[in-house]
């Protein structure tokens, strides 16, 4: 499961992340919002970060901290005066694995997933009630849909290495923009669906699946 990644022109090896208290910095909501934040807008400092997401700076200082304690946001070189600290998002991805999480871990990775599919499904709201008023960007820019597909394991294998393979090559710096670029969000859901013999033996058993 990815959870974030940091634009960039050559790609990096995933960080792998398990560890359940690295995990829990991770899936604080106003946490999530911050990296995506500074993913989207570039480095920040406390300040900016608070004016942008209707935060005190006290709040704001304390939460980057812990996403520093854990390096998923480190210090911008030579932007800060002073005592003024600008943050960034390494370029590094995050990967959290499908396998192997203990019962807490996988807990925290749960409850990330699930926020963040909140978090998109509401700005999808605000984007529909908008919709209207965004010319050309609210007409032919964005899909909403399902679609099944009978596949071989292989073509399923094939299927997300061609996805990722598209998505980088959309990929790039906020820097390197045009000036009439946006950030478009994509999120994508796909599963083989269990045959019937295959569900599991009791609701204990499903709750403690990890994904």
Same mark, same amino acid.
């Given at each position: 499961?990815?959870?974030?990644?940091? $634009?960039?022109?050559?790609?990096?090896?995933?960080?792998?992340?398990?560890?359940?208290?690295?995990?829990?910095?991770?899936?604080?909501?106003?946490?999530?919002?911050?990296?995506?934040?500074?993913?989207?807008?570039? %480095?920040?400092?406390?300040?900016? !970060?608070?004016?942008?997401?209707?935060?005190?700076?006290?709040?704001?200082?304390?939460?980057?901290?812990?996403? $520093?304690?854990?390096?998923?946001?480190?210090?911008?070189?030579?932007?800060?005066?002073?005592?003024?600290?600008?943050?960034?998002? +390494?370029?590094?991805? @995050?990967?959290? +694995?499908?396998?192997? !999480?203990?019962?807490? &871990?996988?807990?925290? &990775?749960?409850?990330?997933?699930? #926020?963040?599919?909140?978090?998109?499904?509401?700005?999808?709201?605000?984007?529909?009630?908008?919709?209207?008023?965004?010319?050309?960007?609210?007409?032919?820019?964005? @899909?909403?849909?399902?679609?099944? !597909?009978?596949?071989?394991?292989?073509?399923?294998?094939?299927?997300?290495?061609?996805?990722?393979?598209?998505?980088?090559?959309?990929?790039?710096?906020?820097?390197?923009?045009?000036?009439?670029?946006?950030?478009?969000?994509?999120?994508?859901?796909?599963?083989?669906?269990? #045959?019937?013999?295959?569900?599991? &033996?009791? %609701?204990?058993?499903?709750?403690?699946?990890?994904?």
């Amino acid at each position: 499961m990815h959870t974030y990644s940091c $634009s960039m022109s050559e790609p990096l090896q995933p960080r792998e992340v398990r560890d359940v208290e690295e995990l829990r910095a991770l899936a604080h909501p106003m946490r999530q919002r911050i990296l995506r934040q500074l993913i989207q807008a570039g %480095p920040a400092t406390s300040t900016t !970060l608070a004016r942008d997401l209707g935060e005190n700076s006290g709040i704001m200082s304390y939460h980057l901290r812990l996403l $520093s304690e854990h390096d998923f946001v480190r210090e911008a070189v030579g932007r800060g005066r002073g005592r003024e600290r600008w943050w960034e998002v +390494p370029p590094q991805p @995050v990967w959290i +694995p499908r396998e192997g !999480l203990s019962i807490d &871990a996988q807990a925290e &990775a749960s409850g990330l997933q699930s #926020a963040g599919w909140a978090e998109d499904l509401e700005g999808f709201g605000r984007f529909r009630a908008a919709r209207q008023a965004m010319g050309e960007w609210g007409r032919e820019t964005w @899909v909403s849909g399902r679609t099944t !597909l009978m596949l071989t394991q292989e073509e399923a294998v094939r299927l997300l290495a061609d996805h990722q393979e598209l998505i980088g090559r959309y990929r790039r710096e906020t820097g390197d923009a045009p000036p009439d670029a946006r950030t478009v969000v994509f999120r994508c859901l796909v599963y083989p669906e269990p #045959a019937p013999d295959e569900g599991p &033996a009791s %609701p204990g058993e499903a709750a403690g699946q990890h994904s």
